[in-house]
């Protein structure tokens, strides 16, 4: 089978699941992978015949996005703010609205003298596949960094990838909403979440990609029916941790902007900005503590 006729082949099967744009893009990014030739390239190559590791490759990709696997835990690989990320069922797929925030958080910091970041402290709240800590450790090598998650399935995948980028972050497991949890995190100057807040009434709404692939723990607050459950916890939190001047970002559930703006003014943060994601939404949030 040629190159050319495996990628007309791959999106027929998936246009009985996906609609034209989805099959394309998917296809596009399956067959870059498999043959390691871009778009451009694969005008001059695509009469090229696929091997036959290739193509056992190719058939069982096809059968796990037939089941609605997500492209990348096929891949087992996502990219996210420049880097190659190991991604599998533990954790979730990195979301362009998460590279926002992670865009933010390092604009914010970069405005000081570059001298006075040696030294400063960040932690991740919820680290999931570790991609905002990376990330941000990669922006700015002078920082110590450090991610915690509940799930040993994520810190897992989380340690892969600093081992894989040679990247100095600590991954911890912590249970943020346990009575321990205070005595476990150190001060900080930054504290950045992107922690689960989808609420169980939205299920209805989602793709079955998402519900029947991601992990739950991830994206629905646990054995809570309060999608702001983690909000309330990180921000009370924070304003323990957090050294004076230090910031807390977020990014947030549409749904509950109001809820999250007034405790964060309870607990005494200043300068609360909100900020929309490149579709519109009120995504992520700033605050800094005095």
Known sequence: MTIREAELKTKSSLLSYYDNREASAITDLLIEDLTGFSRVDRILHDQDLLTDRQLTR?????????????LHYVLGYAYFAGLKL??????????????????????TINTGQQQALAGKYLID???????????????????????????????????????????????????ILSEVAKELLPEVDYIV??????????????DAHVLDYEPHLALFPNQTDEATVFYRQISALASTKLRPGGCLFFEINPLFVTEILQMLKALRFSEIEVRKDLQGKERMVKAVFK
């Open 86 to 107: 190991k991604v599998n069922n533990q954790v979730l797929i990195p979301r362009p609205e998460t590279e926002e925030l992670v865009s933010w958080v390092s604009e």
């Open 125 to 175: 709240i919820g680290t999931g596949s570790g991609c905002i800590p990376l990330a941000l450790k990669n922006n700015m090598p002078s920082f110590h960094v450090m991610g915690c998650d509940i799930s040993d399935g994520a810190l897992g995948v989380a340690r892969h990838n600093a081992r894989l980028l040679g990247l100095d972050v600590r991954f911890n497991k912590i249970d």
């Open 193 to 206: 979440s992107n922690p689960p807040y989808i609420d169980r009434r939205e299920k209805e709404e989602m």
């Open 58 to 70: 190719l058939q069982c990709s096809n059968k796990y996005l037939l089941q609605k696997m997500p």
